[in-house]
T-cell receptor
Framework: NAGVTQTPKFQVLKTGQSMTLQCAQD?????MSWYRQDPGMGLRLIHY???????DQGEVPNGYNVSRSTTEDFPLRLLSAAPSQTSVYFC?????????????FGEGSRLTVL | GESVGLHLPTLSVQEGDNSIINCAYS??????FIWYKQESGKGPQFIID?????DKRQGQRVTVLLNKTVKHLSLQIAATQPGDSAVYFC??????????????FGQGTTLQVKP
């Protein structure tokens, strides 16, 4: 298994541009989430999904859209990038059932908005 | 609102000593409390978790203690090694449900291991 795969690893955008961060997992996990991590801070939840066709907002959803058309993929869209969205973005997944609190994280996507 | 916080931003220990990293939380309804390790340039990696109905759980060289009376969580690392140098985050499943993927993180403690 590849686990959770994020692309691209690095991206530079200009203010106002749009882009999509891709996230795919091959573990058949129902739950997927997007977090952002700013310097010296913990991870803040942007959006999450409990299964295909279902998404919900996290702590900091403004400026981001998500969709979940398949179990495997959970893309994060920035419609009009702003410098405040410069951050490292992490995608994570977990199975719906189980007796653990573990989330499986990708390696991150570093985004810079100029 | 709920919050998860850590007492110290940086902890420096001598190689071979034991490390204790502390965390305070506010949401009494959480199902799980979890510790993650994040090395530079990588995603967080699960270390150990503890259910809310437990006080202590041990793993390999790590122990997590949960004190629900004072809403305090700690991670103990035995015989700290240079490879343990990283940022450590505590986290909790928000709103008392571990089925939503809504994991709330604290700000992190940097563990520095001196040779």
């Amino acid at each position: 298994n590849a686990g959770v795969t994020q692309t691209p690893k690095f991206q530079v955008l200009k203010t106002g541009q749009s882009m999509t961060l891709q996230c795919a997992q091959d573990m058949n996990h129902e739950y997927m989430s997007w977090y952002r991590q700013d310097p010296g801070m913990g991870l803040r939840l942007i959006h999450y999904s409990v299964g295909a066709g279902i998404t919900d907002q996290g702590e900091v959803p403004n400026g981001y859209n998500v969709s979940r058309s398949t179990t495997e993929d959970f893309p994060l869209r920035l419609l009009s990038a702003a410098p405040s969205q410069t951050s490292v973005y992490f995608c994570a997944s977990r199975p719906r059932t189980g007796n653990t609190g573990e989330l499986f994280f990708g390696e991150g996507s570093r985004l810079t908005v100029l | 609102g709920e919050s998860v916080g850590l007492h110290l931003p940086t902890l420096s220990v001598q190689e071979g000593d034991n490390s204790i990293i502390n965390c305070a939380y506010s949401n009494s309804a959480s199902d799980y409390f979890i510790w993650y390790k994040q090395e530079s340039g990588k995603g967080p990696q699960f270390i150990i978790d503890i259910r809310s109905n437990m006080d202590k759980r041990q793993g390999q060289r790590v122990t997590v203690l949960l004190n629900k009376t004072v809403k305090h969580l700690s991670l103990q690392i035995a015989a700290t090694q240079p490879g343990d140098s990283a940022v450590y985050f505590c986290a909790e499943w928000g709103h008392g449900s571990s089925n939503t993927g809504k994991l709330i993180f604290g700000q992190g403690t940097t563990l520095q291991v001196k040779p």
